[in-house]
Structures are given as structure tokens and as C-alpha cells.
């Protein structure tokens, strides 16, 4: 069984800054898939970013990037130049390779843009 | 993506009644998965709805409960049964992509008196 852990359970920056959210996993898996997805108070469940866990590089997508360290189970999210809304709860998610298996996830963090 | 919608957002139920939600797709999907979120709490997988045969439940989830049809590759239905104000949570069904992403649909909001 696998586990992910976020650390944070609220975190606040103010508009324009940057800030990273952690994340650490554990699993016996040699290949699987990392997510963040971001939940609004309007409770829809919005992907955010994906990370293969057999590439190297890390993923990106506009102001969002990870840091996805395989040996220390770390996938930390970076969110650049923070807007009023990304806030929002953003939980980390496993789940193994082949597509079968339902998500895995951490218990989130509460991210709150100050204006 | 897939465009997913569920049916009903939201309902208030009375203790030891059941009911049903919908979870619909745009697109014939493999993979369909339905989860809870208690209040304030995480995610956590239910079941995945398997088309043509039994879903297959988590550990502490059981089918007397909480039954789920998948009747062909774009439909599925998660039915809360003899609810107890304990099942008062959101709960969302997601559809599974060729690429290991999981799509969830808007969720319905769930409170039992």
C-alpha cells in the first residue's frame, strides 16, 4: 500500500510571490504517476500537474512546476507569481502505472493568496 | 478531458433512507472510480466501477452499502444506502484516461439528518 504525506495544512503568501507546496509518498511501486490537483471552495477536483515517475525532468505548466525528487519520494509543487486564484485546498495524489488503480491522496494543504 | 456531470449537486436526506447518484460522461471511458470526501477531510477511493462485472471495493467500503451499477462505458450509478448523518460527505465519481490521469466530475453534496 502506498502512502502521501503534505506536512502543511495551511500555508499563506502574499499576491505575486511565490510559494511551494510538499509532498512525500512512499510505495513499493518501481513506476507510477504523481498529481496535484487543485480544490476550489466550489469543490470541483481541478488537475494541476502530472509527473511520470520514470522521467527525469521535471513537470511544468505555466506558473506551476514540481520538483520531483525519486529518491527521497519528495514532488513538491511551485506555484510563480501567485494570483488570488490559486487559492484554493491543493492535495498531492499517487497512483501506480497501468491506469486500473484509483488515487491515493495526501490529506492537502489550504493555500491562501493574500491580495 | 472528458466533460463529466453528476447528478444530483447536492441533497438533503433523511437517516435510514437511500440515494442514488449519477455520473455521466461525454465519452466512453475504461475506468470509472467513485470517492468520498468527508467534511473537511481528504479524498478516499470507494470503489472502481467495473463495466460487465461487480465493482470492486476498498477496504472498509462494502457493497451492501454503498452498491454501484456500471451498465456500459459512459454511465455509472453510486447509491448511499440506510444513510446515517455519517455519510454526510461529498462524493465524486472520476473517469480514468488512457494516460493514467484521473478527470473528476463536479461531486455531489450530501447531507443525511
Known amino acids: 500500500a502506498q502512502t502521501v504525506t503534505q506536512s502543511q495544512p495551511e500555508m499563506s503568501v502574499q499576491e505575486a510571490e511565490t510559494v511551494t507546496l510538499s509532498c512525500t509518498y512512499d510505495?513499493?511501486?518501481?513506476?507510477?504517476?504523481l498529481f496535484w490537483y487543485k480544490q476550489p471552495p466550489s469543490r470541483q477536483m481541478i488537475l494541476v500537474i502530472r509527473q511520470e515517475a520514470y522521467k527525469q525532468q521535471n513537470a511544468t505548466e505555466n506558473r506551476f512546476s514540481v520538483n520531483f525528487q525519486k529518491a527521497a519520494k519528495s514532488f513538491s509543487l511551485k506555484i510563480s507569481d501567485s494570483q488570488l486564484g490559486d487559492t484554493a485546498m491543493y492535495f498531492c495524489?499517487?497512483?501506480?502505472?497501468?491506469?486500473?488503480?484509483?488515487?491515493?491522496f495526501g490529506k492537502g494543504t489550504h493555500l491562501i493568496i493574500q491580495p | 478531458s472528458a466533460v463529466i456531470s453528476q447528478k444530483p449537486s447536492r441533497d438533503i436526506c433523511q437517516r435510514g433512507t437511500s440515494l442514488t447518484i449519477q455520473c455521466q460522461v461525454d465519452?466512453?471511458?475504461?475506468?470509472m472510480f467513485w470517492y468520498r470526501q468527508q467534511p473537511g477531510q481528504s479524498l478516499t477511493l470507494i470503489a472502481t466501477?467495473?463495466?460487465?462485472?461487480?465493482?470492486?471495493?476498498e477496504s472498509g467500503f462494502v457493497i451492501d452499502k454503498f452498491p454501484i451499477s456500471r451498465p456500459n462505458l459512459t454511465f455509472s450509478t453510486l447509491t448511499v444506502s440506510n444513510m446515517s448523518p455519517e455519510d454526510s460527505s461529498i462524493y465524486l465519481c472520476s473517469v480514468g484516461t488512457g494516460t493514467d490521469t484521473q478527470y473528476f466530475g463536479p461531486g455531489t453534496r450530501l447531507t443525511v439528518l
Open positions: 495524489a499517487f497512483t501506480p502505472s497501468g491506469g486500473a488503480d484509483g488515487l491515493t
Open positions: 510505495t513499493s511501486e518501481s513506476n507510477y504517476y
Open positions: 465519452s466512453q471511458v475504461t475506468m
Open positions: 466501477a467495473n463495466q460487465g462485472s461487480e465493482a470492486t471495493y
